[in-house]
């Protein structure tokens, strides 16, 4: 009789670890890559020495953080002090040219908010929002006159310059704005720079055809058009300025933090201690 032969087709239990185990070994290596991030950077506050300072902190973060795949601007803010925007501007042409940026507009982009626009890849806005209000304010000096008890060496040298010389450092500060937002529509825009000097505000809807901004959308929208030029998937969304802030406590904290911030009873480093731990949990310990 002829010798029974073992059928050459795998079985199911041989079929279904084939396609178990790659299923298997992905997971294991999935959980020791890291997740992408997409960077949440909230302009809110007018931007002046203590916020300005914040932003670029935030900026410069997400520049060295290599998880960070792309920065999400979210903002909704009336502008600020000129050297303090000019600060976090640059900083975030920087970041544009390591990572894509996109600007979230919530309700109000004027002046210095927009400006810092225009370091973004793209703008998308709620459809109320507001948009514009590009130039310059600021308070002329008084007119120069003699104090008769102090003595200077220059007509003015009390005040910094006359009056006409205040008003063209004014006008340059403009051009430098006009230049910046030169510098982010480029041929996305509609109207003149003249136009835009005038200092207008414009709705979304009416932005959007005047090329200040590139679309009406959502906010999911910006998280998802920031991860498509970063060419990430299975991102998640991380306020930089909280990460920043519990970083800070970590790395400053004597003890160990719980799921929750809170700080332990223990030490946060192994080592050896003098260290006495309260009664926790009714336990003596």
Not at 72 to 93: A, S
Not at 99 to 106: A, D, E, I, L, Y
Not at 203 to 217: C, K, N, T
Request: glycine share 8%; proline share 6%.
């Amino acid at each position: 009789m002829p010798e029974n032969k073992k059928s050459s087709k795998p079985s199911a239990k041989n079929l279904l670890l084939y396609i178990a185990l790659p299923l298997i070994l992905g997971a294991i290596l999935s959980a020791f890559i890291p997740q992408p991030i997409i960077g949440v950077i909230e302009v809110r506050d007018p931007i002046f020495d203590a916020t300005g300072k914040q932003l670029v902190e935030q900026v410069q973060y997400a520049q060295k953080n290599r998880q960070i795949r792309a920065v999400v601007l979210v903002i909704d803010c009336p502008g600020g002090t000129v050297n303090d925007t000019e600060l976090v501007f640059l900083e975030l042409v920087k970041l544009t040219k390591k990572k894509p940026v996109v600007s979230m507009v919530q309700g109000l982009s004027a002046s210095g908010a927009y400006y810092l626009s225009m370091a973004a890849d793209e703008i998308i806005s709620n459809p109320s929002a507001m948009i514009g209000n590009v130039g310059v304010i600021a308070g002329l000096p008084d007119s120069p006159y003699i104090e008769e008890d102090m003595y200077s060496t220059g007509p003015y040298k009390l005040w910094g310059s006359s009056r006409d010389a205040y008003i063209r450092q004014i006008e340059g500060m403009k051009n430098a704005f006009l230049r910046a937002v030169e510098f982010g529509r480029g041929d996305r825009l509609a109207i003149s720079l003249t136009e835009v000097s005038r200092g207008a505000m414009y709705p979304a809807s009416e932005a959007v055809d005047l090329g200040m901004i590139d679309e009406i959308g959502a906010q999911s929208d910006a998280f998802e058009l920031a991860a498509r030029k970063a060419q990430s998937a299975h991102y998640k969304v991380v306020d930089l300025k909280s990460a920043i802030a519990q970083e800070k406590i970590e790395a400053s904290n004597f003890f160990a933090v719980d799921a929750d911030g809170r700080n332990t009873a223990y030490p946060g480093d192994p080592g050896f201690y003098y260290l006495y731990i309260p009664d926790i949990g009714g336990e003596i310990q």
